[in-house]
């Protein structure tokens, strides 16, 4: 897949791609895979091995995270960097601030855990672990 541009208005970002392409982005050192989700969902619904934890917001709350522009800075080293959340929209907002940092920054489409099924279930309609991409539950 290619990655595709935000569209007209959308703020700007370097775009969006797929979970499978920003995975092959990873293991070729391309591209640093940031996990923008709370400590909470990392620890009770997953995460990937391989992602640099960086909270755009905070559990409990959900305020925005103070120390969120240094450490999405310390995680890119001058990589492009691949930005996962839970279905896609937190890692939109977090790849807009990473870009206004000056880093080149995409978003995960369909997130960890996919947009919810008609039965409000997540996990079965895409995401990063739908695809069977790596990734661990404690």
Known sequence: MVPRAPAVGAGA????????????????????????????????????????????????????????????QAAAQGRKVVLLCRSGVRSVAAAKRATELGIEAYNILEGFEGDPDTHAHRGCRGGWRYHGLPWRQN
């Open 13 to 72: 970002y370097a775009g969006d791609v797929s979970p499978q392409l920003a995975w092959q982005w990873v293991q070729s050192g391309e591209a640093v895979l940031v996990d923008v989700r709370t400590d909470a969902e990392r620890e009770w619904v997953g995460f990937v091995p391989e992602a640099v934890p960086v909270a755009w917001k905070q559990w409990p709350g959900m305020a925005l995270n103070p120390a969120f522009d240094a450490q999405i």
